[in-house]
């Protein structure tokens, strides 16, 4: 895949294409540039050897001595100096000789007899450097300006580019806001004709994923109220139609055993024996299915009732308390979300973490600017196996979390054991 940017790309064919129009220049320029030079070169030459022409004719052999040398031609006469040449303006070893070999062109010099009684030849050379120099400066100069053009052109394009891609990148953060749950980002107006029907699409999928989601946390949180309810009427059975109804065996047992029926001790003892049996299957069921001590205590106490009870059942590990003294007072679907996530936070902790300390905190907090519950359980254990997965214990909490409009999470700590977090309103 691909990691170039938009951006990078459109300015990477941008300068392509300046390059090869550059390149493409350039080859024209020399081609022109060596047919001007010849033109330019041939003209000097052939006026030069006019005007000795003329002279020659008027009879003024002598005189071609007092003559300037003329540009591009350089005059050879049989006796004597040769005409003044004309002040150097161009620097001809500025060029380099690979670009004099192709724009010099080679020209054959002219031999002028002078009229009979004149000793020697007149020899006239074309001289082209000094106009392949010019040619070459000339060229220099608009390779310079032609490349700060190109630099401008470029930083401009990429400001533009810039400010073009601006709400696309606004979009792209929606939408990664989006995908992190976070359904009240919106794109708002966007400025671009093009990408303004994409903005409200956006904002319209979050507006029905928002409601959605709160469709399906209401529901969510009904079936939940309903399971509660059905729990605790359970919980209720259990307690009011078995509770007395193994008070009433146990009485019962009681009094045949006032009857002096020595015979039938065994099969009291035995009656006897299976009642405690079913009162204590009937209290872990009674406590599985909904804790009694939340229609009795305040959260903090059931919460320290309940570590309580996880002290004495397992001595060798060290398990720390803190409750906030202004902890907030919730619903019962919050009491019992927290009772629920600290049993399962231990049990995990000391059945596949291996924990030998185990702290709890439970404080107050904010969540979405409304007041909260915080419960955070760390252990020294292992941490998470590696491709680890929720079980159904922590995959319910935070199922009940999100009903409430709360927050769940378990993630490794950083020196090692496995961090809990539980976050719900108050209002819910």
Not at 20 to 29: K, P, Q
Not at 113 to 141: F, K, N, Y
Not at 312 to 320: A, C, F, Y
């Amino acid at each position: 895949m691909s990691t170039v940017t938009l951006k990078g790309r459109i300015l990477l064919w941008v300068g392509v294409v300046n390059a090869l129009v550059f390149i493409a220049a350039g080859a024209v320029l020399l081609l022109n540039a060596k047919f001007a030079v010849r033109t330019e070169v041939l003209a000097a030459r052939d006026s030069a050897v006019a005007l000795i022409q003329s002279s020659l004719a008027a009879g003024a052999q002598t005189g071609l001595a007092g003559l300037a040398q003329p540009r591009h031609v350089r005059i050879l006469l049989p006796d004597g100096p040769a005409p003044d040449a004309a002040p150097a303006t161009i620097d001809t070893d500025a060029a380099p000789d690979w670009f004099l070999r192709w724009v010099a062109p080679e020209i054959a010099p002219v031999e002028i007899i002078p009229p009979q009684g004149a000793a020697g030849r007149i020899l006239v050379l074309a001289e082209p450097h000094d106009e392949a120099a010019e040619v070459w400066e000339d060229m220099t100069a608009l390779c310079v300006v032609w490349g700060l053009a190109a630099l401008v052109q470029m930083a401009l394009l990429a400001l533009i580019v810039g400010q073009a891609l601006r709400p696309l990148q606004r979009l792209n953060s929606v939408l990664g806001a989006l995908e992190a749950g976070d359904l009240s980002a919106r794109a708002g107006g966007v400025g671009t004709a093009e990408l303004a029907p994409m903005a409200r699409r956006i904002d319209a999928l979050a507006e029905t994923l928002a409601m959605e989601q709160q469709s399906r946390r209401q529901i969510a949180r009904r079936l939940l109220d309903a399971r509660d309810s059905e729990r605790r009427q359970i919980a209720r059975d259990l307690h009011d139609e078995l509770g007395p109804r193994l008070f009433g065996l146990t009485v019962a047992a009681d009094a045949i055993a006032r009857a002096d029926l020595p015979e039938q001790k065994p099969h009291l003892d035995t009656i006897l024996s299976h009642v405690d049996s079913i009162r204590s299957i009937n209290r872990r069921v009674m406590a599985a299915v909904r804790p009694v001590t939340l229609d009795r205590m305040a959260l903090p106490d059931v919460v320290r009732d309940l570590v309580g009870d996880l002290v004495d059942l397992h001595r060798n590990v060290q398990i720390d308390l803190s409750v906030a003294p202004d902890l907030p007072q919730g619903g019962e679907s919050i009491a019992l979300t927290i009772y629920r996530a600290i049993q399962e936070g231990v049990t995990n902790a000391l059945r596949h973490g291996g924990a030998g300390h185990v702290q709890i905190c439970l404080q107050r907090a904010l969540h979405d600017q409304k007041e909260a519950i915080r419960l955070v359980l760390r252990d020294d254990g292992r941490g998470l196996a590696q491709g680890w997965r929720k079980g159904s214990g922590l995959m319910g909490m935070g199922e009940r979390a999100e009903a409430i409009g709360g927050q769940f999470g378990v993630t490794d700590r950083p020196g090692g054991g496995v961090e809990l977090g539980l976050l719900l309103p108050v209002a819910a």
